[in-house]
């Protein structure tokens, strides 16, 4: 759930055939980390493989923070008009998203390994061009909506892999600490990203952009050191006999088509998409409501970066609660809990638009996120099995996250709205807020109980 969104252990395997050889198995096998038991657990710090993976994979988290920060305010500045900058923002979203399962399938046929340095190469192209154009003065309103397409095909197609590359990489019963760590670097990212982001633009439009290139390139290189492993080979038929059958590999659309119908038939997972996407609308319109809100009415770029990192900071904390809470309070619980403090925090802000009250509104509504992102979506992907996690994690993220890529337009239509403006967007903020809140009370969401008993319940 965006502002952010987000397991029984797996039974069974995916239900699709998948083509693997002998060979292939074992070196599967031996890419896989060794169990270890709790008294040698070794901190995942001491993993190289996902020190790596979690540098390339910050390094792309803050590439895309400072982008869709600029986003907007260029999107205003190169148009004049509020509508078009929150357009962008949506363009970006939606073809992002629309593209995301497709993302995910080829994360789960091809080396996710090559997929992410696919990605930090093409970003740090398509960075470098704009950070060209807009030092020379070259860049139109039409160029520059162009090139935020690019980026979105981008994201969907080559993002999934940073996703689905984890699983491999980390044991299954380190799996909810990585998630926590994650957490804990998104809050960094927010903290940070916006005053970098607002820093970078005042001194100069194109600052972000180059910034955003360098972070591509590193996370390229460090992808290169990355241990190979393809997506397809993770699990391999076998003969009453014991030999490994050289099986033909399903087509991308039957890989396509299997990743969204097991997907939609797990009941819990349906329940947290329907409550996911109508809170996505809250926050997304929340967000970009008070980020255009503020420019237009010429708030110095640095101060509604601060908006960032205020809220940055308060999701930094509740990440710092985060293990805790997801271990004591059961998941369910803490989406209820979650759901009822934002949509409580964003009441004030339908009646005022002071600077002032945006930032402290915003950071209480962030303060339980980490925890519920935690716990939701370490129990949904935990409970997925690993040939799945493209495919499965990418189809989730579509599906809740389509609605929420449409508020900025209607974000920025409303904000133009006489007589009403920013309150109209913080009474549909509120309004989808409430919704969400409703769906998690009624829906089996609410019977996710604390991770211990996760392999009680069924997705």
């Not at 969104?5 to 060979?23: A, E, F, G, M, Y």
């Not at 995301?100 to 992410?116: I, K, P, W």
């Not at 996250?401 to 009403?420: D, I, S």
Request: aromatic share 6%; charged share 15%.
């Amino acid at each position: 759930m965006n502002a952010d969104d987000h397991r029984n252990p797996i039974p069974t395997q995916s239900p699709s055939p998948t083509k693997s050889r002998t060979d292939s198995v074992a070196a599967t096998t031996a890419a896989m980390p060794a169990p270890e038991t709790p008294q040698h657990r070794r901190p995942l710090w001491r993993l190289p493989a996902y020190r790596r993976w979690f540098i390339a994979d910050t390094a792309d988290v803050v590439a895309v923070s400072l982008r869709t920060f600029a986003i907007p305010l260029l999107g205003l500045a190169l148009s004049g008009s509020p509508f078009v900058a929150g357009l962008l923002v949506t363009v970006e979203s939606a073809i992002g998203l629309m593209l995301m399962s497709v993302g995910g399938a080829l994360a789960d046929r091809h080396d996710r390994r090559r997929l992410m340095i696919l990605l930090g190469l093409t970003g740090t192209g398509l960075s470098a061009v704009v950070t060209v154009m807009l030092a020379a003065g070259t860049m139109g309103t039409l160029t520059f909506a162009m090139t935020v397409v690019l980026f979105a095909v981008m994201n969907g197609l080559l993002g999934p892999s940073n996703d689905a590359m984890l699983k491999s990489l980390v044991p299954m019963d380190r799996f909810a600490k990585a998630q926590a760590i994650r957490e804990a670097r998104e809050s960094c990212v927010e903290l940070s990203g916006g005053a970098i982001g607002g820093l970078l633009y005042r001194i100069a439009g194109w600052l972000p952009f180059l910034a955003s290139a360098l972070l591509y390139l590193t996370a390229a290189v460090t992808a290169l050191m990355l241990p190979e492993r393809k997506g397809h080979d993770a699990d391999a038929p076998s003969s009453p006999t014991g030999e490994t059958k050289d099986l033909p590999s399903p087509s991308f659309l039957s890989q396509f088509v299997e990743g969204w119908r097991w997907t939609l038939t797990r009941r819990t997972v349906l329940a947290a998409i329907a409550q996911g996407a109508v809170m996505n609308v809250a926050c997304y319109g929340s967000i970009v409501g008070v980020q255009i809100m503020l420019a237009e009415r010429g708030t110095d770029a640095a101060l509604i970066g601060l908006v960032g990192t205020a809220t940055g900071v308060a999701a930094l904390l509740g990440s710092f609660a985060a293990g805790w809470l997801v271990e004591h309070v059961p998941t369910g619980r803490l989406i209820i809990l979650t759901f009822a403090v934002f949509t409580a925090a964003m009441l004030p802000l339908v009646f005022t638009d002071s600077y002032a009250a945006a930032v402290t509104c915003m950071a209480v509504a962030s303060v339980l996120f980490p925890a519920l992102n935690a716990g939701e979506l370490g129990f949904i992907f935990g409970r997925t099995p690993d040939d799945m996690q493209g495919r499965v994690s990418t189809v989730f993220e579509t599906t809740v996250g389509v609605p929420g890529a449409l508020a900025p337009a209607l974000v920025g239509w409303l904000l133009q709205t006489p007589g009403f403006g920013f309150r109209a967007v913080m009474l549909l903020v509120v309004l989808c807020a409430a919704t969400g809140l409703l769906l998690a009370c009624l829906t089996p969401t609410r019977r996710i109980p604390v991770p211990s008993r996760w392999e009680q319940v069924e997705l």
